[in-house]
Structure formats: C-alpha cells, structure tokens
C-alpha cells in the first residue's frame, strides 16, 4: 500500500511539473542569421526568393538528393510554391510566397512530416555601403507540449548553423554571375 502511495505521489508531481512547464513554456521560436553580399539588393533579393534558384544553395538538398519537389506558378511571385517530400531528415511540406516588396519577400510555410507545424519565413535585404545585407529568419508558434520540447531544444543552433549555409551559398552563387 505504501509503494502505491509513493507512486501516486511520484506521478502527480510529474504531471504538476509538466503542467507548468507548459504554462510558462515559450510559445514562438525565432532564428534568423544574415550575410554581406557584394550585388545590389534587387539582384539578392531576386534570387532569394526564386524556388527554382533554391536547389543551388539550399542547405537540405544534399540531405536527401531524390527528394522530389513540385513547383507551381510563377517562380518569384506571389502565390509561387514549392512542395517537397524527402527522407526523413528532410520530411515534407509546402512554402508559398505571400509578400513581396522591394526589400523583403514572406513566404508561408507548412510542414506536412515529420510532423505538422507552421511558420513564417523571410528575406529581407538593405543597402550597405557597396554591397547588400541579406537577412533569412525563420519565425513559429507553438501549441503547448511542442513549446514544452522545445525547451529542451535549441532551434537556434539548430536552424542557425543550416541558415548560415544557405546565405553563404546565395552569397557565392550571386557574386559569381
């Protein structure tokens, strides 16, 4: 009887635990990392935003070299998208452009595996001396328990290390033309 009261104690702690944890859990996740390119803005800017251009320079093609990627619309323009479905470190989703302006474009972004979530990306570009300061950022919202694993994870290293592959390979492609 004693061991039963042990254990009732022992999990009732464990579910408080958790529920605070998912009270005071951060509920957005935000990543973004930046780079100086030596071109003007427009020239970046347009081929940040181009789908097609993204196999160039995208961090996780080589993740997963046959995964297939479906494009729609006109590449760069509102309402363009890309589909992709890949392994299982590259998972599956859609991004669609949302906005575009003449320094930054969004794109809508949903995540169909390895789970379902959603985000919001960008790239925002401004004139720097000669050159061009490219920013991507990555910005989530979290249900509860995804909040509360994410506590224990740090998206920011995560994300970060394969953003700064990314513009380091937009910046390689796009001063080289």
Not at 14 to 22: G, P
Not at 85 to 97: T, Y
């Amino acid at each position: 009887m004693k061991f039963v009261k042990i254990l009732g104690i022992i999990i009732g702690l464990i579910v408080l635990v958790f529920v605070v944890l998912m009270i005071i859990a951060p509920r957005e996740g935000h990543v973004e990392r930046s780079i100086m390119i030596k071109a003007d803005k427009q020239t970046v800017l347009d081929y940040a935003k181009s789908f097609k251009a993204s196999k160039d320079w995208s961090p996780w093609m080589e993740k997963d070299p046959n995964v297939k990627i479906t494009l729609g619309g006109t590449d760069g323009a509102v309402a363009s998208t890309y589909e992709w479905e890949g392994n299982d470190e590259v998972g599956a989703g859609k991004e669609e452009i949302k906005t575009i302006t003449d320094s930054s474009v969004t794109i809508d972004l949903n995540f169909k595996k390895p789970f379902e979530s959603h985000a919001n990306t960008y790239f925002k570009v401004a004139t720097v001396g000669d050159s061009t300061q490219l920013r991507w950022g990555f910005n989530t919202e979290y249900s509860a328990l995804p909040a509360v694993i994410c506590m224990f994870m740090d998206m920011d290293a995560m994300l970060g290390k394969d953003f700064d592959l990314g513009l380091s390979r937009i910046k390689k492609n796009v001063e080289m033309k």
